[in-house]
């Protein structure tokens, strides 16, 4: 219930609980100048394969989702899109391939994160666009698991992706990061800024190092030419708090990635209090969520941690989640290039503000009084705090001073029930004479403005929920693929295309491939196995048939059932994997590793020659067919008791897979 005193107190309480709560008073003018400028609110896609899903989706739902991310004055209205520069290897939640697998090898057209940045310039030609790579290709490393031992070689590939994404998808590149939350190199980011100028990239600034707040700020205070090359220094994580030696650099300060939370009401107040308090504690003027879009199996590390869920696309369902709207009441209403207005930030009764104008008299206030119970994000550990119902009263001076109203957005957060109310136009608030009064309750997010822009105004709900299908079959035989990987496969280890094979006259002229040849400079601990995952994680029961191509006389190949584990953890897979080998052996193991043998024995399986492998998983008994003929059975399996299909290799070597089909269940 809104009650309205004119002149005097903007209220969503009942007025006689309001009437007691403690008061404090705001001044928000720029007449003494102005704080730092604002360059933006941003979310990754990547770090790794968290968009893996998206591109499966059909129209309209796809056009949907994407305007919910990035369409201005509509959902979360990014300003800024940060992109995984694929390295071939695991990253998070699967792999991201490179534009050049392979020192002699380009390609521009691998992956969806050229066609992301471009869906996201499409609906804001603004939006600032930032590459990172997380792992490189294993030809970088010249051997060793490092990409800084030959800086030149290093620098070549980063500005390769930046020139390309510019040549084949007129995308420009704002801004480049070094190497995700791993060691940096000051001589290698001397080089890169080297190479950049020398391409005539001198717009493309540098962020570094995309880990802590230390140790670079205080190699940049101690080295003037880094100091120079580095435009934003960027942390992960940072709780909302910088460190002296960053501000003593007097460079941009950004929390290049954060949030990173289940997308509940409790990541939502994750959101809303670090949004505003990374300026408000830390002076940082970029605040960027992982992930952009949880797109990606849910039974994978940290499922449903984006700002939106869209993990179904073999039914179209999507959920537009509390962060979305969250994000709204800042991104509809300020826009990079903006400035804060001086102020401290903190409520006297808890939780926090910010103030920015645009400097021609537009004013935005954004006030959060999100409670320590249902604000704590999954990194790092959240100290104790209080927040209590309040009055706030501000003081409009300068050149707001004559503003008759403003705008209000409100959000509440109920993280017991979840009936949020979720970015829910007022109207327009009267200013009386330079004052404006709100009553703040808890878990609340207002946004007052100038700005009459702002919009919600959803799309029909999507299609119900559904399992991923109980048959499923893929030939492969896509001419003209609009992406490089087949539809809902999730490669964890390794890189899975489409191929086409120009030597086999026959049925298998269009294959899915592994491609991946040398071990890449790793991220994290990758299998020594390439795999790539498919169906549900609920699956028990189910017959899978895969036609493989063993390309190499020291490769293997597999297939598996109730694979139990992804991702950063994919080296500690479990489940039923059925491998041949060129040798002509077969073998059934518990585990990824190929250590559990559970049978073995003669296959007359060749390399370069077409197979066609059956594995049949029924409650706790297993069986194997070689070319529809039986080849090994009574296996008796109790664990894991369910997880995902899947295909793979021994090692990195090419090998080709076709007509894939399972039923489940």
């Known amino acids: 219930m809104l009650l309205l005193w004119p002149c005097l107190v903007l209220s969503l309480s009942p007025w006689s609980a309001a009437a007691g709560w403690p008061s404090g008073r705001y001044w928000l003018t720029d007449a003494k100048g102005l704080a730092r400028e604002f360059d933006g609110i941003g979310a990754v896609s990547g770090g790794g394969a968290t968009s893996r899903l998206l591109v499966d989706y059909e129209e309209p739902y796809r056009s949907q989702i994407l305007d919910y991310l990035f369409k201005p004055n509509f959902g979360a209205a990014l300003h800024i899109l940060k992109v995984e520069i694929g390295g071939d290897a695991q990253s998070t939640d699967g792999t991201e391939p490179s534009h050049m697998h392979y020192e002699n090898d380009e390609n521009y057209f691998r992956g969806y994160e050229w066609w992301l940045m471009k869906e996201a310039k499409k609906r804001n030609p603004n939006i600032k666009l930032i590459g990172l790579p997380w792992a490189f290709p294993g030809w970088i490393g010249r051997g060793e698991n490092w990409p800084y031992d030959h800086p030149d070689i290093t620098a070549y590939y980063v500005v390769s992706w930046i020139i390309g994404a510019k040549r084949f998808h007129d995308l420009d590149i704002d801004y480049i990061g070094i190497w995700n939350e791993r060691t940096f190199n000051s001589k ?72 990173s939370t289940f997308n509940n009401e409790v990541g939502a107040g994750c959101w809303a209090r670090i949004l505003n308090q990374n300026f408000v504690n830390g002076n940082m003027t970029s605040t960027i969520a992982w992930n952009l879009v949880a797109s990606y199996y849910e039974d994978l590390p940290f499922g449903r941690c984006g700002l939106m869920t869209a993990q179904e696309p073999w039914s179209g369902h999507y ?75 501000f003081y409009l001076n300068g050149s707001f001073s004559q503003l008759e109203a403003l705008q209000m957005w409100y959000s509440k957060l109920e993280s017991k029930s979840g009936n949020s109310t979720l970015f829910q136009s007022l109207g327009p608030q009267k200013v009386c004479e330079g004052v404006l009064t709100v009553n703040l309750d808890l878990d609340e997010v207002y946004t007052l403005t100038t700005l009459t822009t702002g919009r919600k105004s959803p799309f029909p709900d999507p299609p119900p929920s559904k399992p991923f299908p109980s048959t499923y079959k893929d030939d492969f035989d896509v001419r003209n693929p609009p992406f490089s990987e087949a539809p809902y496969f999730a490669d964890q280890t390794g890189v899975f295309e489409y191929f086409v094979n120009t030597s086999d006259p026959g049925e ?37 048939s895969c036609d493989v191509y063993i390309e190499s006389k020291r490769g293997g190949a597999f297939i598996a059932g109730r694979v139990n584990k992804g991702g950063i953890y994919i080296g500690d897979a479990k489940g039923v994997f059925f491998w041949v080998f060129p040798d002509g052996t077969y073998r059934v193991t518990g ?52 997880g995902w299909a899947a295909i793979g290799t021994k090692s990195f070597e090419f090998t080709q897979f076709d007509n894939f089909h399972i039923q489940a269940s």
Request: charged share 20%.
């Open 188 to 259: 290698y980011i001397k080089l890169l800024r080297y190479t950049l100028d020398k391409q005539d990239l001198q717009r493309v600034r540098i962020v570094a190092s995309d880990n802590c707040w230390e140790p670079i700020s205080f190699v940049m205070l101690l080295d003037w030419e880094l100091r120079e090359v580095v435009d934003v220094i960027g942390a992960h994580y940072p709780g909302t708090w910088t460190v002296p030696s960053a501000l003593l650099t007097k460079k941009k300060l950004w929390a290049s990635e954060d949030y």
């Open 591 to 642: 585990d990824l590793h190929g250590k559990e043998v559970l049978m073995k024995g003669l296959s007359g399986v060749r390399a370069d020659a077409w197979h066609r492998l059956t594995l049949i998983l029924t409650g706790s008994n297993a069986s194997g067919k070689l070319n529809g003929n039986p080849l090994w059975e009574n296996v008796t399996t109790t664990q894991p008791e369910n």
């Open 508 to 544: 298998h002229v269009f294959t899915l491939r592994q491609v991946v040849n040398q071990r890449p400079v790793t991220w994290v601990s990758d299998a020594e196995n390439t795999i790539s995952i498919i169906g549900s994680y609920k699956w028990v029961n189910l017959t899978l």
């Open 319 to 393: 959920t537009v989640d509390p962060p979305v709207w969250i994000t709204a009441h800042t991104t509809q209403f300020t826009q990079p290039g903006w400035h804060y207005l001086n102020v401290d930030g903190r409520l006297n009764g808890g939780g926090s503000y910010v103030a920015l104008t645009d400097g021609k008299g537009n004013l935005t206030i954004i006030i959060e009084t999100m409670t320590y119970n249902h604000s704590a994000c999954i990194r790092p550990p959240l100290r104790p705090y209080s927040v209590s119902p309040q009055k706030a009263t």
